[in-house]
């Protein structure tokens, strides 16, 4: 049970990091034979070292509105198999052309770019096969997890991060207005960020008043996510970040901090986290974990 004086943030993320690093690897382990390559290409960047935030989100809504984490693991763990392929992919040398992801050197630098692009292939599809599993175990109710899974697919989809990434590549070194970086990061990070905490929420069968104050706190914790992504591109360290700082500049990307400045990007990341906190004022100390997430979104180093 979740006490709000007492609650410790840092101990529950590597509690909830461990359960999801664990459970990936049962649904992912080592496998011998013609597709080993394959098979470990996925794994190298599953287990490169990331935060496990969508998952952990997926948990923590779950358990916001009085269900169990535990249930809705293999859900959370697609998730992350989803985000994994929108990193391995938006690396590869026809996207952003990055050499270091997670402190390591990317996927297409240790693989070659063909197999990398099938690496995030594999893991996407994957994903969908692992969310369909949860029927199979009878832990989910059907007519939950079909809507979970489709609010999870429209988040990846055209609407959602693949649109925000081609709106992204679109307006690279072109001066943007703030309804058009807006539109990109709900997308491109935020959609994604919001299924996962969302579909938490819709698994263990909330009702629907109060899958919208999730889904209220999902949009604005989502959108809050990517200006700080945009934040530490300009403040932060590449070695903490384990990738390059300055890059957004660089490659002359539509960010808060280029259309807005630092100033008023951090005002605005602030204010979103004091709305999102407050969308959960209904559900008590159970929502305590969802309600220092938003604050850890804007004040993480990585
Ligand atoms: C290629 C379809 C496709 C989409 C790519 C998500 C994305 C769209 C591109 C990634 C580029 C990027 C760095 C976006 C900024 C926000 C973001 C997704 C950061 C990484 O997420 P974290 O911080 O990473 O949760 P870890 O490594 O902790 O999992």
Same mark, same amino acid.
């Given at each position: 049970m979740v006490n709000q004086a007492n609650f410790d943030l840092k101990a529950y993320l590597l509690e909830m990091r461990e359960r999801v690093d664990n459970a990936l690897n049962e649904y992912f382990p080592h496998v011998d034979g013609l597709t080993?390559?394959?098979?470990?290409?996925?794994?190298?960047?599953?287990?490169?070292g990331g935060k496990r935030l969508r998952p952990i989100l997926c948990m923590a809504g779950a358990e916001t509105v009085g269900g169990e984490g535990r249930r809705v693991l293999p859900v959370a763990c697609a998730l992350e198999l989803i985000h994994t392929y929108s990193l391995i992919h938006d690396d590869l040398p026809l996207m952003d052309d990055d050499d270091l992801r997670r402190g390591k050197p990317t996927n297409h630098k240790v693989y070659g770019d063909a197999i990398a692009l099938l690496a995030g292939d594999g893991l996407l599809t994957e994903a969908f096969s692992l969310m369909t599993s949860s029927y199979a175990t009878g832990q989910i109710a059907p007519d939950r997890l079909l809507e979970a899974i489709r609010m999870i697919s429209g988040a990846a989809g055209h609407d959602g991060m693949v649109g925000g990434q081609v709106v992204d590549m679109q307006w690279e070194g072109k001066k943007a207005d703030l309804e058009t970086v807006k539109f990109l990061h709900t997308r491109k990070t935020g959609a994604l960020i919001t299924a996962s905490v969302v579909s938490g929420? &819709?698994?263990?069968?909330a009702p629907e008043s109060q899958v919208r104050a999730v889904l209220s706190y999902g949009n604005k914790i989502g959108l809050a996510f990517q200006i700080s992504d945009d934040i530490l591109d300009v403040e932060g360290d590449s070695e903490t970040m384990g990738k390059m700082a300055g890059a957004d500049e660089e490659k002359g990307k539509t960010t808060y901090p280029s259309v807005?400045?630092?100033?008023?990007?951090?005002? &605005?990341?602030?204010?979103?986290?004091?709305?999102a906190v407050q969308d959960l004022k209904e559900f008590g100390e159970k929502a305590e974990p969802l309600r220092q997430i938003a604050h850890y979104i804007i004040e993480r180093k990585k």
């Amino acid at each position: 049970m979740v006490n709000q004086a007492n609650f410790d943030l840092k101990a529950y993320l590597l509690e909830m990091r461990e359960r999801v690093d664990n459970a990936l690897n049962e649904y992912f382990p080592h496998v011998d034979g013609l597709t080993t390559d394959l098979i470990e290409a996925m794994r190298y960047s599953l287990f490169a070292g990331g935060k496990r935030l969508r998952p952990i989100l997926c948990m923590a809504g779950a358990e916001t509105v009085g269900g169990e984490g535990r249930r809705v693991l293999p859900v959370a763990c697609a998730l992350e198999l989803i985000h994994t392929y929108s990193l391995i992919h938006d690396d590869l040398p026809l996207m952003d052309d990055d050499d270091l992801r997670r402190g390591k050197p990317t996927n297409h630098k240790v693989y070659g770019d063909a197999i990398a692009l099938l690496a995030g292939d594999g893991l996407l599809t994957e994903a969908f096969s692992l969310m369909t599993s949860s029927y199979a175990t009878g832990q989910i109710a059907p007519d939950r997890l079909l809507e979970a899974i489709r609010m999870i697919s429209g988040a990846a989809g055209h609407d959602g991060m693949v649109g925000g990434q081609v709106v992204d590549m679109q307006w690279e070194g072109k001066k943007a207005d703030l309804e058009t970086v807006k539109f990109l990061h709900t997308r491109k990070t935020g959609a994604l960020i919001t299924a996962s905490v969302v579909s938490g929420a &819709i698994l263990v069968g909330a009702p629907e008043s109060q899958v919208r104050a999730v889904l209220s706190y999902g949009n604005k914790i989502g959108l809050a996510f990517q200006i700080s992504d945009d934040i530490l591109d300009v403040e932060g360290d590449s070695e903490t970040m384990g990738k390059m700082a300055g890059a957004d500049e660089e490659k002359g990307k539509t960010t808060y901090p280029s259309v807005l400045g630092l100033d008023e990007s951090k005002k &605005i990341q602030r204010a979103l986290v004091q709305e999102a906190v407050q969308d959960l004022k209904e559900f008590g100390e159970k929502a305590e974990p969802l309600r220092q997430i938003a604050h850890y979104i804007i004040e993480r180093k990585k």
